[in-house]
């Protein structure tokens, strides 16, 4: 019986001290478990882990990575407690500059972040759409406009100035250039702005007058009032003419009395002193005139066109005499001829 006793008493401190063992191996076990979050795109999870590496909790966990994804340690890193762990996984973006588009990938999500990520660098007038700090939306696009400044410098003519002055003092329809008119010259300096190659916009940012220009001054007649023995009359413009001399003598017409036509004008009217010989595509027949002399005789006087001559062209006027002495004294002369306002 006391052995027995005894037999019984050893088991039961066997089975004490195994559990004994067993609890402190449980807490042990227990004691090795750790409070970990993982952030996965912001996204936080908390576990508790009896991983030894961050490794072995992502596989246990059923977390993928690839060789672009964004962890904040190293994967061979001892689990601790509270450890926080980050994982940005890579997105797709469409990176537009200028007519290049390109799909790209990056775990960040602001602008600024994805463009630093793929070495886009930017100058100081750069920009993007959307703006460096707003977020990029996966699979849209993000736009780099590189802007580029030149200063283009060019020479541009300054019209010159027409003044017209009038002067009642020469004819009406005489015009008398007073000063040449020369065009002045300027430089220009203006700025293009390119954006990805293409010019958006240009603007003059300075110009300098490098020669003045000269005004063209011009006289204008607008006197229109002969003054003669009859008073004043109104014309309407002066020419200077070639004036020279014809009568009905055969030397002169090359016609004698009781030949056709002899002592009529082209115009059927009966040849006499104040009867002209004009060419009528430069003064109509039948436009009344008035002959004025340039070298101090007397005038001619007032008188009608109604008369040709196969030798009166253009600025040429024949003037009929009573007697081929007068039409020879007369020969040739520079006269102004006045077309009369009727």
Do not use: W
Not at 104 to 123: A, M, P, Q, Y
Not at 254 to 264: A, N, T, V
């Amino acid at each position: 019986m006391e052995n027995f006793s005894v037999k019984k008493a050893n088991h039961f401190k066997i089975l004490t001290v195994l559990t004994i063992v067993a609890s402190l191996s449980l807490g042990a076990y227990m004691c090795s478990a750790k409070e970990v979050t993982i952030s996965i795109d912001d996204k936080k999870k908390e576990v508790t882990s009896y991983a030894n590496t961050v490794e072995e909790l992502l596989k246990k966990e059923e977390i993928p990575l690839d060789k672009e994804t964004y962890i904040n340690v190293p994967l061979d890193t001892k689990l601790e407690n509270n450890m926080n762990i980050i994982i940005k996984t890579p997105k797709s973006y469409i990176l537009a500059i200028g007519d290049e588009k390109n799909e790209v990938r990056s775990v960040h999500i602001k602008v600024k972040d994805i463009l630093k990520d793929l070495n886009v660098e930017l100058d100081e007038k750069d920009y993007t759409y959307p703006d460096l700090n707003a977020k990029a939306v996966p699979k849209g696009e993000i736009q780099v406009f590189k802007v580029k400044e030149t200063v283009e410098e060019i020479q541009k003519a300054i019209p010159h100035e027409n003044i017209v002055k009038k002067s009642d003092k020469i004819d009406t329809g005489v015009v008398n250039v007073l000063q040449e008119g020369k065009d002045g010259l300027k430089n220009i300096k203006i700025k293009k702005v390119f954006e990805n190659g293409k010019l958006v916009s240009e603007d003059i940012i300075e110009e300098k007058t490098i020669k003045e220009p000269i005004p063209k001054i011009t006289e204008k007649g607008t006197k229109n009032i002969l003054t003669s023995s009859r008073g004043k009359t109104r014309y309407k413009r002066a020419i200077t003419m070639v004036a020279t001399a014809y009568d009905n003598s055969y030397e002169s017409c090359g016609k004698r009395p009781g030949d056709k036509y002899f002592g009529l004008t082209a115009s059927g009217t009966k040849a006499r002193v104040g009867a002209v010989a004009v060419d009528p595509r430069v003064i109509p027949l039948g436009t009344k005139l008035y002959v004025e002399s340039l070298d101090g005789t007397k005038d001619y006087g007032f008188c009608v066109a109604e008369d040709t001559g196969g030798a009166i062209k253009n600025n040429r006027i024949d003037l009929f005499f009573n007697s081929n002495k007068e039409a020879n004294n007369f020969g040739i002369r520079k006269v102004k001829v006045y077309i009369l306002d009727n």
